[in-house]
């Protein structure tokens, strides 16, 4: 199973529509999941197209920065938890990786956001920057942030790929470029953030 990973796309502040090669990349997954911060819902419904659906409801659905709150849509939830394969895969804005503790801790989000079980993957959003670590035994994947990428102006950005296959899952982060997408260029981040 191949599931596209986005977040924080921010339309239309960040721009009237999404680039184009995240359609062409998202072409042919078998799910979209959307880790937060869509602002318009209509970039759900054009993600739709292509694949099944999810999102989190991340701040800038709920109002933030006086935006107007998006209606109640059965695609968006504050945090899923889905069966995939075998796995137990988490969807939600925020999670504190990296943990700090005593109070931002990876367990203290578990136990809010997916009190029925602890996820094998969790999938987030909200920093604009892309991870993929293993905290506590889970997988943390957080695509960055198609549009805005570390907060910056309008800009290529990256996504992500799941991969869920006999069991166990792989992550992968993808730079968008003028011509698609190619493997985002880990140099220079820190090991505990790349997998």
């Known amino acids: 199973m191949r599931i596209g990973l986005i977040a924080d796309t921010h339309i239309p502040e960040s721009r009237r529509e999404l680039w184009p ?10 799910m979209i999941m959307h880790a937060g911060d869509v602002h318009e819902f209509y970039v759900l419904d ?25 209606p109640e849509d059965p695609r968006v939830k504050y945090a899923w938890l889905l069966e995939l394969e075998g796995l137990w895969v988490g969807l939600t804005h925020y999670v504190p990786v990296p943990e700090r503790p005593p109070n931002f801790t990876l367990d203290r989000w578990i136990d809010r ?19 993929i670590a293993e905290v506590n035994g889970i997988l943390c994947v957080n695509p960055g942030s198609a549009t805005y990428p ?17 069991g ?21 981040v820190p090991p505990w953030k790349r997998r």
Request: hydrophobic content about 35%; some cysteine.
């Open 46 to 70: 054009q993600l739709e197209a292509l694949a099944p659906v999810v999102s989190a409801r991340g701040n800038g659905e709920d109002g933030s920065g006086g935006r107007p709150v998006q």
């Open 21 to 30: 090669q995240v359609f062409d990349a998202f072409r042919g997954v078998d």
């Open 150 to 166: 570390h907060n910056y102006d309008t800009q290529y950005g990256t996504i992500g790929f799941l991969d869920i296959e006999d």
């Open 113 to 131: 956001f997916f009190p029925e079980r602890t996820p094998d993957v969790i999938v987030f959003g909200d920093t604009h920057r892309e991870c």
């Open 168 to 188: 166990g899952a792989k992550a992968s982060v993808w730079q968008i470029t003028e011509a698609g997408i190619e493997p985002f260029d880990w140099h220079g």
